[in-house]
């Protein structure tokens, strides 16, 4: 059972973990509101991990979710927040294709692909607790 708390949707048993915000905010404003307020943006490890943060997208307002991936142009690679290496990726299209100042979000609909968006879009976001 999901339970509502303003723009938090909390889910129940191991998935206590992650909470969905349905509150639209750039990437760095969702970063600094999960850092503030639980412990940080979601990490995506395993296809597990994936799978349930598919099915909960289904209460998101907004057509993409921001998770903690990003793109880091001085290094020229994608890395999670939490310093999770990427191993596991659901991209919907080639990640080598990088610009700076974007972040990794996944799509409500469809494949729940991952894309890469510019950070000033504003989405709903998964944050950790």
Same mark, same amino acid.
């Given at each position: 059972?999901?339970?509502?708390?303003?723009?938090?949707?909390?889910?129940?048993?191991?998935?206590?973990?992650?909470?969905?915000?349905?509150?639209?905010?750039?990437?760095?404003?969702?970063?600094?509101?999960?850092?503030?307020?639980?412990?940080?943006?979601?990490?995506?490890? &395993?296809? /597990?991990?994936?799978? *349930?943060?598919?099915?909960?997208?289904?209460?998101?307002?907004?057509?993409?979710? *921001?998770?903690?991936?990003?793109?880091?142009?001085?290094?020229?690679? *994608?890395?999670?927040?939490?310093?999770?290496?990427?191993?596991?990726? &659901?991209?919907?299209?080639?990640?080598?294709? &990088?610009?700076? /100042?974007?972040?990794?979000?996944?799509?409500?609909?469809?494949?729940?692909?991952?894309?890469?968006?510019? /950070?000033?879009?504003?989405?709903?976001?998964?944050?950790?607790?």
């Amino acid at each position: 059972m999901e339970s509502s708390q303003g723009g938090e949707f909390r889910f129940p048993s191991s998935s206590d973990q992650v909470i969905l915000i349905k509150e639209n905010r750039t990437w760095e404003e969702a970063l600094y509101y999960c850092r503030h307020h639980h412990h940080d943006l979601v990490t995506i490890t &395993n296809m /597990d991990e994936q799978r *349930w943060a598919q099915g909960k997208t289904k209460n998101a307002s907004s057509p993409f979710v *921001w998770t903690g991936l990003r793109y880091t142009c001085s290094l020229g690679f *994608w890395f999670w927040v939490s310093d999770e290496v990427v191993h596991y990726k &659901n991209w919907a299209s080639p990640e080598h294709v &990088n610009e700076c /100042d974007m972040s990794g979000a996944m799509e409500t609909g469809g494949e729940h692909k991952w894309f890469k968006k510019h /950070d000033e879009e504003k989405f709903n976001f998964f944050c950790s607790k």
